[in-house]
């Protein structure tokens, strides 16, 4: 299972705003991860002042990996070439980026955006 970047937020904050599913999911599964678009995008939303951690966004993303035991997904030139050819369903790129990831490896996306299964990805919230 692959988690959006706000599951990951969220399950960093303790998980309360998760899907009772998807902390299920995570509890289970045996690998649970994270795309490296999840760290530009947290970087980004540190930067514009939207969202407020305690240590800078490398510290506490490292953190919250080896807390939860997620592996990262670095971004691979395929994964980047699949989000170009998705459907022009949903305009945030670092969403695309997500769907790309999900559909190569056919995983299931943690997500509260159900635009995503517009995509055929398997939505667990």
């Excluded at 649970?32 to 530009?40: C, P």
């Excluded at 769907?99 to 398997?122: H, K, S």
Aim: charged letters at 20%.
């Amino acid at each position: 299972m692959l988690l959006d970047t706000c599951a990951l937020i969220w399950l960093a904050e303790g998980g309360h705003r998760l899907g009772e599913e998807v902390r299920s999911r995570i509890a289970v599964e045996p690998v649970v991860y994270v795309s490296a678009i999840s760290g530009f995008e947290i970087g980004v939303k540190v930067a514009r002042r939207k969202l407020d951690l305690p240590v800078p966004p490398r510290d506490w993303l490292t953190a919250v990996i080896e807390h939860h035991g997620l592996a990262a997904v670095p971004l691979s030139l395929e994964i980047c070439v699949a989000a170009t050819t998705l459907p022009a369903i949903h305009q945030d790129p670092c969403d695309r980026l997500i769907i790309a990831t999900a559909r190569l490896n056919g995983w299931p996306v943690a997500t509260a955006d159900q635009v995503f299964r517009r995509y055929g990805v398997e939505v667990v919230w």
